[in-house]
């Protein structure tokens, strides 16, 4: 799949599904901008890519938004395809104190900030005729307990996904989300585990599935490029699962 000269956002670049998603579009010609909020990862990504647009920037702040997109046309001069990637984990029940301040912070960058890029991003998409992949979770189809927050924020989004999809269609506009299992990354860091939590979790994710395996962020992006090129002109409003039999399990 070649998308030599295309110019491809990924939000939440800096590591994990994202990261993967950036190195394997500059792989096969892509001109990247990459998002995320740690300086220091992105630079690590960007020797990978080579020669991507590196934007340090808060995807659930408007005003950083807005500068993603601007950064991104002034630098590479176009948008054919936009990767709401960036997203945030976090463990609440109804019942807790703190339900609805954890609610908001997860909603905020799952949710409203692919919201608000795909606004802004669109009139750009319309010229090029590219397309849009939101990256979900099989959280948005199977409730996991302690995660109604971050289920709620995917489910959110592949409606939304669907909804986008419809309005964009007579622009030539594909839109659709690719929804993984459990995958290795640094997620579960990010949320505050110790690495022996970690390892406890993956196990039990691990065991959770059909094919009893955890997936790595390069297949995700292997799918994330099929659903984004070409050979899949006649996918749009799809939610796409990879989750190693999850659901049927």
Do not use: W
Not at 94 to 99: F, P, Q, R, T, V
Not at 106 to 127: F, M, S
Not at 151 to 168: P, W, Y
Not at 174 to 190: F, K, L, M, W, Y
């Amino acid at each position: 799949m070649s998308f030599q000269d295309k110019v491809v956002i990924v939000t939440g670049a800096s590591s994990g599904i994202g990261a993967a998603i950036a190195i394997k579009f500059a792989a096969e010609g892509a001109k990247v901008a990459l998002v995320g909020r740690n300086q220091e990862k992105l630079n690590n990504v960007a020797k990978k890519c080579g020669n991507p647009v590196v934007i340090v920037a808060d995807v659930s702040k408007d005003d950083d938004a807005k500068r993603i997109i601007e950064d991104t046309i002034r630098y590479l001069g176009q948008i054919d395809i936009l990767i709401n990637n960036a997203g945030i984990g976090g463990t609440t029940d109804i019942l807790k104190e703190d339900a609805v301040q954890i609610f908001d912070k997860i909603i905020a960058t799952n949710l409203r900030a692919a919201i608000v890029l795909t606004h802004l991003a669109v009139p750009h998409l319309v010229n090029t005729k590219g397309n849009i992949v939101n990256i979900s979770s099989i959280a948005s189809l199977r409730v996991i307990p302690g995660s109604f927050a971050y289920s709620t924020s995917k489910a959110g989004l592949d409606h939304f996904t669907r909804a986008v999809a419809l309005e964009l269609a007579p622009h030539g506009v594909r839109v659709n989300a690719v929804n993984p299992g459990p995958v290795r990354t640094d997620i579960i860091e990010n949320m505050g585990a110790p690495k022996e939590m970690q390892d406890v979790i993956f196990d039990k994710m691990q065991d959770m599935t059909a094919l009893n395996r955890v997936s790595d962020p390069e297949e995700i992006a292997d799918l994330v490029l099929f659903v984004a090129s070409e050979k899949s002109k006649g996918i749009t409003g799809s939610a796409i699962v990879s989750d190693n039999g999850l659901i049927i399990k």
